[in-house]
């Protein structure tokens, strides 16, 4: 089955750190770019990051940069966010999503929380 | 970063309307532009890529236009699963910027 699961997210303290993984599978994961999406309890989409094919490239919202690092495991076919520094307005739910080859974001995984509070 | 102006917020319709959903950049796009369907508590689904582009599964209710500035999405005949939230993300330049949301509800 074409997919895409992520983990990693939890509770933590403002100032942590937590790194998200997001698993690939059905499909050649190392032929597609690969972004990061999140969305805070009850608000709309943003935007985090992205990276290409082969990880040489990467892209980021001005909220994360310098905070947020983007990369990923072709042989392990595994997406991950490494997420430095985290402020209360990162409380969001995370999702990995693939380009497809004709456009958009074509495949999406179910999400994973990431709650930063006291 | 390029700003997505998206309208309404909201919007009731009946089953069988038809709906018009529109998305204005700040700048010129070409046609990289996306149209997504989320549903509560669920990830998001592409409809529409290359502004105009249906993805595929996509029912051919859903269509997509416009160019440069101007986008819409139109729903030709409103189905009861259609009731969700939607998106438009223009995929032009980075940061990638999604428009703030329409959510479509049952009149």
């Known amino acids: 089955e074409v997919q895409l699961v992520e983990s990693g997210g939890g509770l933590v303290q403002p100032g942590g750190s937590l790194r998200l993984s997001c698993a690939a599978s059905g499909f050649t994961f190392s032929s597609y770019w690969m972004h990061w999406v999140r969305q805070a309890p009850g608000k709309g989409l943003v935007w985090v990051s992205r990276i290409n094919s082969d990880g040489s490239s990467t892209s980021y919202a001005d909220s994360v940069k310098g905070r947020f690092t983007i990369s990923r495991d072709n042989a392990k076919n595994t997406l991950y966010l490494q997420m430095n520094s985290l402020r209360a307005e990162d409380t969001a739910v995370y999702y990995c999503?693939?380009?497809?080859?004709?456009?958009?974001?074509?495949?999406w995984g179910r999400g994973t929380l990431v709650t930063v509070s006291s | 970063a390029i700003q997505m102006t998206q309208s309404p917020s909201s919007l009731s319709a009946s089953v069988g309307d038809r709906v018009t959903i529109t998305c204005r950049a700040s700048q010129g796009i070409r046609n990289d532009l996306g149209w997504y369907q989320q549903k509560p508590g669920k990830a998001p689904k592409l409809l529409i890529y290359a502004a105009s582009s249906l993805q595929s599964g996509v029912p051919s209710r859903f269509s997509g236009s416009g160019s440069g500035t101007d986008f819409t999405l139109t729903i030709s005949s409103l189905q009861p699963e259609d009731f969700a939230t939607y998106y438009c993300?223009?995929?032009?330049?980075?940061?990638?910027?999604f428009g703030q949301g329409t959510k479509l509800e049952i009149k």
């Open positions: 999503a693939r380009v497809g080859h004709l456009g958009g974001l074509d495949l």
């Open positions: 993300l223009q995929d032009y330049n980075y940061p990638h910027t």
